[in-house]
């Protein structure tokens, strides 16, 4: 299918996910009494309005950035297993967030995405470091092995200071339940950091020609990398400062929306963004839904479909 006519159809499934989301849950509401939800009198006004819309606007942000992240890094570093999370980035993001909330307990909410920006910064630089290279299967074997050490830190954080773990379950679980308009103010730089992203499509096609002709047709290279490296960076940061590390979107969408629309980055980088969206808001239906009233984090239904592909991956990789 040509791609001019998946734009129609993403954002129609937008539209429909999102009022799927706001109708369904552990208590579902009829269509007469959703379309009436908007009033303060309404008897679904508050789940609605304070409750469902919020996780709505936080799914298509935070599943637009998480896609959009994968896209730069995988872009910058011509890897396609070079992702936020299989770098080992969300870990740290998601650590350093941790350290925050737990060791400092009157932290302001509002300073939580510049910690895991920089959490995140120290993850990619010390990945760098570690494997000095860009082959494809080095970078995600040493990015696994330290997101399973910046996991096991979480974890030790956790065991030493059982009285804090709520408050710290709220940010690891990599889900979207409890999340209100606080925390979609803490996601408002999201939009900016997109719309920001757009504008780097033209370089990073030149750099998908090689470093010298990159560099011949105008691309200041290393400037440029890092600048692209730290947009991707602080995307996926700021995601998980709101949500939690929520696992694959960041590697598997930008894969998905290449072979829907191709390689050319000013078509790749607002369709991946409509796509994380659409999975993440599919993926918060789904946790909701299989087993009420239990509900599932997002990032394990994420992470059921991101695994298999990660292992394709690598095997096709080698």
């Known amino acids: 299918m040509p791609w001019r006519y998946l734009l129609p159809l993403m954002l129609m499934g937008l539209a429909v996910g999102a009022i799927i989301s706001l109708k369904l849950g552990v208590q579902s509401f009829a269509w007469s009494t959703l379309w009436t939800a908007w009033q303060p009198a309404s008897a679904a006004h508050f789940v609605v309005m304070e409750y469902r819309l919020p996780r709505v606007v936080l799914a298509l942000l935070v599943g637009a950035a998480l896609a959009v992240s994968g896209v730069l890094v995988q872009g910058v570093i011509r890897n396609p297993l070079a992702s936020p999370d299989i770098l080992g980035v969300n870990h740290a993001a998601s650590l350093a967030s941790l350290v925050a909330l737990l060791l400092f307990p009157a932290f302001p909410l509002g300073w939580l995405p510049l910690v895991s920006f920089a959490g995140g910064c120290c993850a990619l630089i010390l990945l760098r470091w570690l494997t000095g290279t860009t082959s494809s299967l080095r970078l995600a074997v040493v990015g696994v092995a ?14 030493s200071r059982p009285q804090d773990i709520n408050t710290a379950l709220l940010w ?16 408002l730089p999201l939009p900016l950091l997109l ?7 033209r370089d990073l096609d ?27 960076v602080a995307l996926a940061a700021l995601a998980v400062a709101v949500c939690g590390p929520i696992s694959f979107i960041s590697l598997v969408v930008p894969h998905l929306a290449r072979r829907l629309v191709g390689g050319r980055h000013a078509r790749l980088l607002p369709f991946a963004a409509l796509l994380g969206a659409l999975v993440l808001l599919l993926a918060d239906v789904l946790a909701r839904t299989l087993s009420p009233p239990m509900e599932l984090p997002a990032g394990v239904i994420t992470a059921l479909i991101g695994a298999p592909w990660f292992f394709w ?5 080698r």
């Open 313 to 317: 991956l690598l095997i096709r990789t």
């Open 172 to 187: 690891l679980t990599g889900s979207l339940w409890g999340r209100g308009w606080q925390m979609v103010l803490l996601a």
């Open 206 to 232: 030149l750099l998908a020609l090689g470093d010298e002709r990159a560099a011949t047709l105008g691309v200041a290279l290393r400037p440029f990398q890092r600048g692209v490296l730290l947009l991707g």
């Open 146 to 159: 330290l997101a399973a050490c910046f996991a096991s830190i979480t974890d030790y954080l956790l065991l």
């Open 195 to 201: 719309l920001i992203s757009l504008s780097v499509g």
